[in-house]
């Protein structure tokens, strides 16, 4: 499939298509789950390529896989991003997203309305290693304005939050974010792609807990991270050290094509959060 003809689709044909590529051996317009930790080389000289990065080819599932691969172009496609980096859950995403962006010394500033886990990351472990976080109401965007310094890395959102349902001036914040240099992360979990799309106001990235309406069926934990190359590629390269990545077992893939009988396409799959798009 040709990237750029899907670039130019409806939603659900992307949330059907994207990532899916017919394969030239077979025919085959499903793609398969490579269920394999190791890739094999006919060569000392290839392997060196791909492990050097002088190639694209996989070596190792904690590294990348074909199946994660399509998944990742698929969700990268449904939030308008560059690139996507697929995680064994949302927890997964944020920490790898976050460790990516700080060090210590940075700043942090957050919407008080938080997932649990993201609290916990941001109060208790990244404490630790000399990150502070302020943390302020979402739907001030005074409060925010004031709490970003010269220090700040991260401006770190939901919206809507979970579980008050808070909604957050996501251009506004992005602006302000960028006057200080801070880059803007969004759980984008509780909207989904179809509601609203974060990096189309000026954030930086896009994160899921694909666990949720992105899967759909309770039968699924994964993450997602998606945004501009530059940003993705090192949260991948971290995702190797960290070992956050996501296995590609046949419900995974359920998942990345957004395929089930209770769920014909990924338009009505999607679209269950809210009754209205969220701007």
């Not at 896009?206 to 899967?215: G, Q, R």
């Not at 998942?255 to 089930?260: C, F, S, V």
Request: neutral net charge; aromatic residues 6%.
């Amino acid at each position: 499939m040709i990237m750029s003809r899907i670039k130019q689709t409806g939603f659900s044909t992307k949330a059907v298509r994207a990532g899916q590529r017919t394969d030239p051996e077979t025919g085959a317009v499903v793609t398969p789950i490579y269920e394999t930790s190791v890739f094999a080389f006919t060569s000392t000289q290839q392997l060196i390529d791909a492990v050097s990065e002088k190639s694209t080819r996989d070596v190792y599932t904690r590294w990348s896989n074909p199946t994660i691969a399509a998944a990742e172009v698929k969700i990268a496609e449904l939030e308008g991003a560059e690139d996507c980096a697929v995680f064994s859950s949302g927890m997964a995403a944020i920490s790898t997203a976050i460790i990516s962006l700080v060090s210590p010394g940075d700043h942090i500033v957050s919407v008080r309305d938080l997932y649990g886990g993201t609290v916990g990351l941001f109060s208790d472990l990244m404490s630790r290693f000399g990150v502070r976080t302020t943390f302020v109401e979402a739907t001030d965007v005074d409060e925010i304005d004031s709490a970003l310094g010269s220090d700040t890395k991260v401006l770190f959102l939901e919206t809507p939050t979970n579980p008050t349902l808070k909604l957050v001036d996501l251009q506004r914040a992005a602006e302000l974010a960028q006057e200080k240099g801070a880059k803007v992360l969004v759980d984008n979990t509780f909207a989904s792609p179809y509601n609203q799309q974060p990096l189309k106001f000026g954030c930086s990235a896009t994160i899921h807990s694909a666990t949720k309406y992105l899967a759909g069926h309770n039968d699924v934990t994964a993450g997602a991270v998606a945004g501009p190359r530059e940003l993705i590629q090192p949260m991948k390269k971290l995702r190797r050290t960290l070992g956050g990545t996501l296995d590609p077992p046949r419900r995974v893939v359920a998942a990345q094509r957004n395929e089930n009988p209770r769920a014909p396409n990924g338009e009505a799959q999607l679209k269950r959060p809210t009754s209205r798009r969220i701007s």
